[in-house]
């Protein structure tokens, strides 16, 4: 677990985990009631909002997630733009492969890519 936090009437805990998953925990039971799953990377970090309705989480595949504690559902994603977020590198002449793949993993696009999705 890399992250727990106490809901605010304390008889719930929440934790983070590097399987890519959030669980809530009954603390009486010690039993875990929900794994909320959604990240495609290690949760390093969750909290629950002061009334205890919402928590959030984030990870290392750079996404902070919204979830409903009580039904264990997802309600939004926010990721903030990459450095070269939608730039098109199609054509794009002189870069070995491995320079375009780090281009794409900040956010570049080729248009061969989206035609494939």
């Known amino acids: 677990m890399s992250s727990v936090a106490f ?15 959030i669980s809530l925990w009954d603390v009486g039971s010690g039993q875990c009631d929900k794994a909320l799953q959604g990240h495609s990377d290690w949760v390093r970090a969750v909290t629950m909002s002061s009334n205890g309705q919402t928590l959030a989480s984030g990870s290392d595949d750079e996404t902070i997630k919204l979830w409903d504690v ?7 994603t926010l ?7 939608g730039m098109n ?29």
Request: hydrophobic share 35%.
């Open 70 to 76: 009580k039904t264990g559902s997802e309600l939004k």
């Open 7 to 21: 809901s605010p009437d304390g008889y719930s805990l929440v934790s983070a985990s590097a399987d890519q998953t």
């Open 79 to 85: 990721r903030a733009n990459r450095f070269y977020e």
């Open 89 to 117: 590198i199609t054509g794009v002449t002189g870069l070995t492969a491995v320079q375009k793949a780090t281009l794409k993993s900040l956010g570049a696009v080729e248009l061969e890519d989206l035609l494939i999705q």
